[in-house]
């Protein structure tokens, strides 16, 4: 019913930038919160950021470098802005939605099929 495509990940030097995008679509009536999270081997899943309405949170590690916005014209388009990046950012990075879909009339969460993100020299 309802689809999260990620893209924009790829292979970087410490320092560069990425931006990753994530577009929802399907029997979609209201999106309340998207979230970026990360897994990188051997460790479980972290929020990285999330975004409801205007507000944003984002992990300590991540603060000041990492923004997290919504596409003015296409609310069901998230996207995170990863500058200043280091190797410890290296993961899949997954998007998540909270979205009330038209039938069934409820709120479900969905998850994209990740991204992958390498930071190295």
């Known amino acids: 019913q309802v689809q999260l495509r990620e893209s924009g990940g790829g292979l970087v030097q410490p320092g560069e930038s990425l931006r990753l995008s994530c577009a929802a679509s399907?029997?979609?009536?209201?999106?309340?919160?998207m979230t970026w999270y990360r897994q990188s081997p051997g460790k479980e899943r972290e929020l990285v950021a999330t975004?409801?309405?205007?507000?944003?949170?984002y992990a300590d590690s991540v603060k000041g470098r990492f923004t997290i916005s919504r596409d003015n014209a296409a609310e069901n388009t998230v996207y995170l802005q990863m500058n200043s990046l280091k190797p410890e950012d290296t993961a899949v990075y997954y998007c998540?939605?909270?979205?009330?879909?038209?039938?069934?009339?409820?709120?479900?969460?969905?998850w994209g099929q990740g991204t992958q993100v390498t930071v190295s020299l």
């Open positions: 998540n939605a909270r979205v009330v879909t038209i039938t069934p009339w409820r709120e479900s969460g969905y």
């Open positions: 399907g029997s979609i009536l209201k999106i309340n919160t």
């Open positions: 975004i409801r309405g205007g507000n944003t949170n």
